[in-house]
């Protein structure tokens, strides 16, 4: 976001405030996040990392409006702007699962209240083989939440109820309930796809692809622009969500 309202009003003096030591999930290589930063820079971004800025609790959860001095909570720096846009993360709305574990008799979130799962999705309880969890509310590693790998994780999940279709789900309870009965074989997800593209602005970007890190290069910036930039890859989803022109079934 940072890089696309610098490239957007170049005249205004955007800062943006990371509290890690560097930006981008952990799991991907530090070139990654090295070329982020240049790339931010070289569009006149104040990159500030190691720092955390202090959320009044007036304000809305995704950005605000108007001018207000944030204090940096590990530097004691002031930070004034008229525009904040507020990405702090996320914590799963899994509140309807509350009954359910009532029922179970034992929780089944973790402390950011995802849903803990199998290899297969899978929630992991031995009471429900039946419950698939695929996308951001399960407890998978952040490098799986995006969106592609959610759809990877719902036709897993889709395949593995297919299987307990096929196989009886009465089995698959009697296995639950401890019965003597051999319970269904379903497959695990598996996260094959090392990919990355993080547009920075509509010109610039890093990207990694099989472990390997383009960051600061030129051939980042032109993967990322034509594979992602520019519409963020909604155009490949154009099927999903017809518009008014298309005709409905």
């Known amino acids: 976001v940072a890089g696309f309202v610098a490239a957007r009003h170049p005249d205004k003096h955007v800062t943006l405030v990371h509290s890690r030591a560097r930006l981008l999930p952990e799991n991907f290589r530090a070139g990654v996040s ?116 959610a759809e990877m994780q719902g036709n897993t999940a889709a395949a593995n109820v297919q299987k307990l279709i096929a196989q009886g789900f009465d089995v698959t309870m009697k296995a639950a309930q401890g019965a003597a009965v051999a319970a269904p074989r379903v497959g695990p997800w598996t996260d094959y796809v090392d990919l990355m593209l993080v547009p920075i602005g509509p010109e610039l970007g890093v990207a990694q692809v099989l472990k390997i890190a383009l960051g600061g290069s030129a051939l980042a910036n032109l993967f990322v622009r034509q594979l992602k930039a520019k519409d963020f890859m909604l155009g490949m989803r154009k099927g999903m969500y017809p518009n008014k022109k298309q005709k409905r079934e």
Do not use: C, W
């Open 34 to 149: 090295n070329g982020a930063v240049a790339k931010l820079q070289r569009l006149g971004v104040n990159v500030v990392l190691n720092d955390k800025v202090e959320v009044p609790a007036d304000m809305d959860y995704a950005a605000g409006i108007g001018h207000r001095v944030l204090r940096g909570i590990n530097s004691g720096t002031e930070y004034a702007s008229d525009v904040q846009i507020l990405a702090v993360g996320f914590r799963a709305n899994s509140a309807y699962i509350d009954k359910l574990e009532q029922h179970l008799g034992q929780p089944v979130r973790n402390a950011s209240n995802a849903l803990r799962v199998l290899p297969t999705l899978q929630l992991d309880h031995a009471r429900t083989p039946h419950i698939f969890v695929p996308g951001d509310v399960n407890d998978l590693p952040g490098s799986t939440k995006f969106g592609f790998k």
